[in-house]
């Protein structure tokens, strides 16, 4: 079982950054799969980015090349560092992490205005 709390959402700018961060309630070493998803209004929810405990990732066609999933095990932490972001962007952004079943976070709002 694992609690995850995201932060780092808010408003920003067209072509602008932000990072997102995971805090899990656990350590992290162990778990396989981490990600990050988000779903915009009136759209089923996507998948962002992920990382497995290897250190391989995988990203939507859509933001490859200008996001960056990475995890910190000593800090038991998953972010996700957004650049060049676009109004297209714009969502709740969740993390997740797949142990004995797939754990949820709240959820962060992102607003990237034009």
């Known amino acids: 079982q694992v609690q995850l709390v995201e932060s780092g959402g808010g408003l920003v700018q067209a072509g602008g950054s932000l990072r997102l961060s995971c805090a899990a309630s656990?350590?992290?070493?162990?778990?396989?799969?981490m990600g990050w998803y988000r779903q915009a209004p009136g759209k089923q929810r996507e998948l962002v980015a992920a990382i497995t405990s290897g250190g391989g990732t995988n990203y939507a066609a859509s933001v490859k090349g200008r996001f960056t999933i990475s995890r910190d095990n000593a800090k038991n932490t998953v972010n996700l560092q957004m650049d060049s972001l676009k109004p297209e962007d714009t969502a709740v952004y969740y993390c997740n992490a797949v142990l004995d079943r797939t754990y949820w976070g709240q959820g962060t709002q992102v607003t990237v205005s034009s």
């Open positions: 656990r350590t992290i070493f162990s778990i396989y799969h």
